[in-house]
């Protein structure tokens, strides 16, 4: 089997995965436990996508050598905190770390 046909097998193969579930429950009411439990996914996943930037083998090495992205993180909590907003805390956060990326 050819690279081609893996990759298009695999993407047919999480294009079906998501697809069935939204078919399934795409017209469903789904409880109101799981609606607000599906409100901190996104702020979820991207704090484990921070998490992991921010760590390394060397342990503290990692925030000295990563000073955007430990800004952008500050900024992004304190935003969040004083806004209750995923949205600003969001944009603020890549702001700032595009901001210092550009500079450093």
């Not at 999480?14 to 996104?42: C, M, N, S």
Request: glycine share 8%; proline share 5%; hydrophobic share 60%.
């Amino acid at each position: 089997m050819t690279a081609f046909w893996v990759i298009l097998l695999a993407g047919i193969g999480t294009y079906a995965a998501r697809a069935v579930f939204i078919v399934g429950v795409g017209d469903r009411e789904l409880p109101p436990v799981v609606e607000r439990g599906l409100l901190y996914v996104g702020p979820a996943v991207l704090s484990a996508l921070t998490a992991s930037l921010l760590t390394s083998p060397d342990g503290v090495a990692a925030f000295i050598e990563n000073i955007p992205e430990v800004v952008g993180t500050i900024v992004g909590i304190v935003t969040a905190l004083r806004f209750r907003r995923f949205d600003v805390s969001f944009v603020a956060a890549l702001t700032v770390f595009f901001a210092l990326t550009a500079l450093l």
